[in-house]
């Protein structure tokens, strides 16, 4: 197939605009199979089948867009580390081959989000609001994005593994209500990228609800 000499610019998987006139006869292997598997808050490794007899690649960002695409770098292996990303943030790649100027179909990503981290205990207080059936639990975002999910567990149990109790929000606090008077109970929460990854539980401690007064 006829290849023309520029780089992607187009989501269709094959570069289709502003090209010179110069046609070459030499055909470059397409890219397979890209994913993307999150490393850590900030870093994500991109990889795909390696192409037919070996070619280099070029990574392009094209998490604005296409015609935003911003150039990440060459390589002669099937994968590439991005790094330097935001907490809890998608992005999307990609990648082509290509042999001297000639440059091969383009492959794009599917979304990927960067981990979450685990959040911190609230502060001045975890525990606030506490009635003889409710309280409510604080905790601190450690640097994840606003728009992050959390779980909430709430337990007699201090293990909190089977947890009955299990609340999903998008804020950092919540109210637990239902409880028993005078009974102790433990508090964890994990946070959850927007591929639904989550992080360690942080635990958030324990607390007794109030005793109910007796009847008059």
Do not use: C
């Not at 292996?77 to 998608?90: I, M, P, R, Y």
């Amino acid at each position: 197939s006829s290849i023309r000499n520029r780089p992607p610019t187009s989501d269709s998987g094959t570069v289709t605009a502003g090209y010179s006139n110069v046609v070459t006869t030499i055909t470059v292997s397409n890219v397979t199979n890209l994913s993307g598997t999150p490393q850590t808050m900030s870093a994500i490794n991109w990889s795909w089948d390696p192409a037919v007899g070996d070619p280099p690649y070029e990574i392009y960002d094209v998490t604005a867009g296409s015609a935003s695409a911003v150039f990440l770098a060459s390589t002669t292996v099937n994968s590439f580390l991005q790094t330097g990303l935001s907490t809890n943030t998608w992005h999307k790649v990609g990648v082509n081959a290509y042999s001297g100027l000639n440059k091969g179909p383009v492959a794009y990503s599917d979304i990927v989000y960067t981990l979450a981290v685990p959040p911190l205990r609230g502060v001045p207080q975890v525990f606030t609001n506490i009635t003889t059936g409710s309280f409510v639990i604080n905790w601190i975002a450690n640097g994840n994005p606003a728009n992050t999910n959390y779980d909430a567990a709430i337990d007699i149990d201090s293990d909190l593994t089977d947890a009955p109790q299990t609340l999903q929000i998008a804020r950092t606090s919540a109210t637990v209500t239902g409880l028993i008077p005078n009974t102790l109970y433990y508090a964890g929460v994990m946070a959850k990228n927007g591929d639904g990854v989550a992080t360690t539980r942080t635990d958030l401690g324990s607390e007794y609800t109030v005793t109910q007064a007796p009847p008059s």
